[in-house]
């Protein structure tokens, strides 16, 4: 066809471009696939909102931490063992009250507090949902399940490079008495990101 961009025409898919440069640093001793498998092994075994849930459990249960959690959520979360890449420079922990909800996105891209929170869901990157949350997030946040009362105030926070947020759930009625271990297994990655009430 004359009219197809000739240069579309000779670029190869985006895998077969990806396995071309791994296979180029390979053979230059740069061990490529290697450090893919380890991305890939951090990603699934280490990075998961289990950390984040953690996390809350304690702010939970000790008031103290919860101080230092919402002042400098790095720092807390440090306490307990959990890095965070140095880019992420601030962790900002968003507390939620009965009429106040708070919610996560990324308005360019798909930046989360990903070594708490886990690697963002495909419907997070999703351009539907990082423009609608914003202009209509009552409406974005009824279609994903959560109807919230009219006097509730949503916020809406945009990640950037270098901050990055998680919502600190209410702690739900009926757990009282619960152990921390106990109270991080209902924590779930969608009350991290705030389009979910536990
Ligand atoms: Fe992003």
């Known amino acids: 066809m004359p009219d197809q961009n000739p240069v579309i025409q000779r670029t190869a898919p985006v895998e077969r471009r990806v396995d071309a440069i791994q296979q180029a640093l390979d053979e230059r001793g740069m061990n490529a696939s290697e450090a893919v498998e380890d991305l ?24 103290e931490f919860r101080k230092r959690l919402l002042a400098n959520g790095r720092d807390a979360a440090l306490e307990m063992g959990f890095q965070m890449p140095k880019h992420h420079r601030h962790l900002v922990v968003l507390e939620n009250a009965p009429k106040v909800q708070n919610v996560i996105c990324c308005t360019l891209c798909s930046c989360t507090a990903f070594t708490l929170i886990g690697l963002p869901p495909d419907w997070y990157k999703d351009l539907q949902y990082r423009s609608r949350v914003v202009r209509e997030s009552r409406t974005v946040l009824e279609e994903m399940g959560l109807k919230l009362e009219p006097d509730v105030e949503v916020r809406v926070w945009d990640t950037t490079a270098d901050t990055r947020y998680m919502v600190l759930p209410e702690r739900p009625a009926h757990t009282a008495g619960w152990t921390e271990e106990q109270l991080a297994a209902i924590v779930t990655r969608d009350s991290l990101i705030g389009v979910a009430r536990l």
């Open 40 to 63: 890939t092994h951090r990603a699934q075994e280490q990075w998961i909102p289990q950390n984040g849930a953690r996390v809350i459990a304690k702010a939970w249960v000790d008031p």
